[in-house]
Structure formats: structure tokens, C-alpha cells
């Protein structure tokens, strides 16, 4: 079955500078690649995803990037923000079901 | 999101009890989930269901069952729960290609 990666566990940026987070699939099968934001207590929500027939997907401070060959896919923070601080999921699935998540990234945006 | 509604949001029980997980949803979506998450391991799948009376399960089922006898409503039901299923349990929701969306989860601490 799916296996996701996701490194780094624990990152840590100075507010302003940018994240970047990396997670690695096994299942060529996969098509569907959301991430998603966790703040302490609360559920996860998503923050942005991507299909496997495009390379590159953004929505203002957030993009997402897809490397099909390489079978991985990177989420990209810039200009972080205090309130970006929270743990981030990436997971993989074909069709948006029976999601495998990674193991999640602790971001800490220092002001 | 989604008009999920799990219930109950805290419950602490013994070893050895059943134990029955309520999620309810109002958007008529028909796939339904329960994760598990626990520390280092992210969102694991338990069970999923594509419709009344269709379930099936996920990376770790043991010890779990589920019914969904209602579009809106998916049960999880550990018949004699252990100390090893302590963890926070999510529910989603998602229509058909469309991305998944959380409940705000269920805490379950087993004595």
C-alpha cells in the first residue's frame, strides 16, 4: 500500500523568511495530494491541494509543487506569519479517497 | 466544515468496555471516514464508507467496527476497548473528488 514521508518533523523560521516542507510517495497510483494545517486542540484543515496533471499550484503565501518522476510534492510558505505556526500534514490518494498522511511538520514561525 | 458533528468530544472509560463514536453529517456527502491520531504516526485510516451500508477498512481496522445504517451518520464502535486505542479519533466527509473535511474529533482515554 501508500507510504508518505514528511520532513522535516520540526522546522523553525524567522517570521518573514520562508518554509518549506517535503514529503515523498510510493504508490505511482496516487493522484491527489492535499495539505493540511493543524493548530493545537483543533482539526485539521485544509490549507491547499494538487492533482497529479499539474506541476505547480498557488493560493497567495501557500503553493504546492509536484514532482510525478521523482514521486514527490513540497508545500511552500513564504513571508511566514506568526499564525502560521501549527502542525502541517501532507497525505496522497487516488481520487481523494483513503487518504495516507505523513507524519506531520511541526513549523514554529519566531517573531 | 461539512456540518460535522462528532460526539461525544471527550469520553474517559475502562478497559474492556464498549465504546461507541457518533459522527453526523448534514451536507448528504456520500464517502464518510474515521482516523486515529496519535503522536509521530499523523492521521491513520480505521474505516471509510462509499454509502449506506457500505464500509470497508483502513491501514488499522483491528479492534474497530463501523455501521453507517444513514447517509448522515457513521458509527465506530471498539467492542472491548485497550489502553492502545487511547487516542484522538476524526471524522470526514467528502463528495466525490472533492477534498475531505475534519470534525473537530473525539478525545478517548482508556484506563
Known amino acids: 500500500g501508500e507510504n508518505v514521508e514528511q520532513h522535516p518533523s520540526t522546522l523553525s523560521v524567522q517570521e518573514g523568511d520562508s518554509a518549506v516542507i517535503k514529503c515523498t510517495y510510493s504508490?505511482?497510483?496516487?493522484?491527489?495530494f492535499p495539505w493540511y494545517k493543524q493548530e493545537l486542540g483543533k482539526r485539521p484543515q485544509l490549507i491547499i491541494d494538487?492533482?497529479?496533471?499539474?506541476g505547480e499550484k498557488k493560493d497567495q503565501r501557500i503553493a504546492v509543487t509536484l514532482n510525478k518522476t521523482a514521486k514527490h510534492f513540497s508545500l511552500h510558505i513564504t513571508e511566514t506569519q506568526p499564525e502560521d505556526s501549527a502542525v502541517y500534514f501532507c497525505?496522497?490518494?487516488?481520487?481523494?479517497?483513503?487518504?495516507?498522511f505523513g507524519a506531520g511538520t511541526i513549523l514554529r514561525v519566531k517573531s | 466544515d461539512a456540518g460535522i458533528t462528532q460526539s461525544p468530544r471527550h469520553k474517559v472509560t475502562e478497559t474492556g468496555t464498549p465504546v461507541t463514536l457518533r459522527c453526523h453529517q448534514t451536507?448528504?456527502?456520500?464517502?464518510m471516514y474515521w482516523y486515529r491520531q496519535d503522536p509521530g504516526h499523523g492521521l491513520r485510516l480505521i474505516h471509510y464508507?462509499?454509502?449506506?451500508?457500505?464500509?470497508d477498512k483502513g491501514e488499522v481496522s483491528d479492534g474497530y467496527s463501523v455501521s453507517r445504517s444513514k447517509t448522515e451518520d457513521f458509527l465506530l464502535t471498539l467492542e472491548s476497548a485497550t489502553s492502545s486505542q487511547t487516542s484522538v479519533y476524526f471524522c470526514?466527509?467528502?463528495?466525490?473528488?472533492?477534498?475531505?473535511?475534519f470534525g473537530d474529533g473525539t478525545r478517548l482515554s482508556i484506563l
Open positions: 504508490d505511482s497510483a496516487s493522484n491527489y
Open positions: 451536507e448528504n456527502h456520500r464517502y
Open positions: 497525505a496522497a490518494s487516488t481520487y481523494g479517497n483513503k487518504l495516507v
Open positions: 494538487i492533482r497529479s496533471n499539474v
Open positions: 464508507s462509499y454509502g449506506v451500508k457500505d464500509t
Open positions: 470526514a466527509t467528502n463528495r466525490e473528488g472533492q477534498p475531505q473535511h
